[in-house]
């Protein structure tokens, strides 16, 4: 399964709101153009579309980035640990900005002006609420769905906002992105800018409450929480042991390729990485580790870098002393091994051999859920 980094989550959440957004005003100037005055089904071609559009959008995105495209639900899952609070604001930055994209899309498909101040009043204690429940309801539909039956949320959540757009006096708009993107539309599903702000803190609020309710019902929710929308992966959520020294061309190396040879990719890995990395792995190093089925020609030594210590779950450094790196806020363990540069090969296998030890004994501590069975 593959690894998304930041960026290209928050592509996929971009894109997603951007054709979401286009999906509720296309359908929307659609509606009211075929309606012929008639509200009620101008209404109902809006909600159809954009219920068929979240399925088909989350099942397509979910994948890559989870398919929030949605400030409150970025936000709750942030609460109960999904997503890393360092990353919300990029994906709230990606879900906004698609937003606005999906409204000059529409508007352009219809020959509109790309961007028009809303003048559709929506505002009254009322609609305040109907935000707030319809937001409360569409988090108590993840957490519940997510935590028993993933696969099932896009169709949940589709469903869910379909009978919102009925139910509530607002027709449900439950998302601080699309709202402020709607409210660039003077159409049949704009919203006037000035009433805004009370629907995005109702939203906000609802997402609160509605996360807050499903912790105390199910505790295990932060385990949940890295599947919202549904099951995807990303560097940040598969735990990653960085094995570290100075020149990354012996010890470490060894380390990962070890490491690796139990770990399930799908829930950890092992990456390896240097302050000063060598030209290549040491020669007498790739022969032993040979002689037990893992080759490390093609390996390169890495610089080790800030992108690779944030992504990092722990730092594993090998007894490097002073020159060992250190990364403020990571966890470390330091393992004290020989530098295997210029020692014999009866020398390298006994460092070989030790740094397999320990691997195995890190793996028996804290990595047993994630690699396989280590006895012996």
Same mark, same amino acid.
């Given at each position: ?7 290209? =989550? ?6 997603? +709101? ?28 809006? +909600?159809?579309?954009?219920?068929? %559009? ?35 604001? +990029?994906?709230?930055?990606?879900? &906004? ?10 508007? %352009? ?13 929506? /505002? ?22 997510? *935590? ?14 379909? !009978? ?17 993107? =709607? /409210? ?7 919203? =006037? ?17 509605? +996360? ?57 890995? %092992?990456? !390896?990485?240097?302050?000063? @990395?060598?030209?290549? &792995?040491? @020669? ?5 580790? *040979? ?31 002073? !020159? ?5 806020? #990571? *966890?470390? #363990?330091?393992? @004290?091994?020989?530098? @295997? ?30 690699? &396989?069975?280590?006895?012996?």
């Amino acid at each position: 399964m593959a690894h998304h980094s930041l960026a290209k =989550r928050a592509v996929a959440e971009w894109l997603g +709101t951007t054709f979401l957004l286009a999906a509720v005003v296309g359908s929307g100037i659609m509606g009211e153009r075929l309606a012929s005055g008639n509200v009620a089904i101008a209404l109902l071609a809006n +909600t159809v579309s954009t219920g068929a %559009a979240l399925i088909a959008l989350i099942l397509t995105f979910g994948g890559i980035s989870g398919a929030h495209f949605n400030p409150a639900v970025t936000i709750a899952d942030a609460i109960e640990n999904g997503i890393r609070w360092r990353e919300v604001p +990029t994906y709230i930055a990606a879900q &906004v900005v698609g937003g606005i994209a999906g409204v000059a899309a529409a508007h %352009a498909m219809f020959g509109e002006s790309l961007f028009s101040f809303s003048r559709h009043t929506r /505002s009254g204690s009322g609609q305040v609420f109907s935000e707030f429940v319809a937001t409360f309801g569409l988090l108590a539909v993840i957490w519940g769905c997510a *935590r028993l039956r993933a696969s099932a949320v896009p169709f949940a959540v589709g469903a869910y906002i379909t !009978s919102a757009y009925w139910f509530t006096a607002s027709t449900s708009f439950a998302n601080p992105a699309v709202t402020i993107a =709607r /409210s660039l539309s003077d159409t049949f599903a704009g919203i =006037r800018p000035v009433d805004v702000p009370l629907f995005v803190a109702a939203q906000v609020g609802g997402a609160l409450t509605a +996360t807050m309710l499903f912790r105390w019902l199910s505790p295990s929710l932060p385990e949940t929480a890295k599947e919202v929308l549904v099951p995807h992966n990303s560097d940040d959520q598969i735990r990653t042991y960085l094995f570290a020294c100075v020149h990354n061309a012996g010890r470490s190396q060894m380390a990962a390729a070890l490491f690796n040879l139990y770990s399930d990719p799908t829930k950890c890995r %092992a990456i !390896s990485a240097g302050t000063e @990395p060598a030209a290549h &792995v040491h @020669p007498e190093v790739v022969e032993v580790m *040979r002689e037990i089925g893992i080759d490390l020609s093609a390996s390169k030594p890495q610089r080790l870098t800030e992108s690779l210590a944030g992504n990092a779950s722990v730092l594993i450094t090998m007894g490097c002393g002073e !020159s060992c790196p250190y990364v403020p806020g #990571l *966890r470390r #363990l330091d393992w @004290p091994l020989s530098d @295997p540069k210029g020692q014999s090969l009866e020398e390298i296998r006994k460092i070989r051999d030790s740094v397999h030890e320990r691997v195995k004994t890190l793996i028996r501590t804290e990595c047993a859920d994630c690699c &396989v069975s280590i006895r012996g």
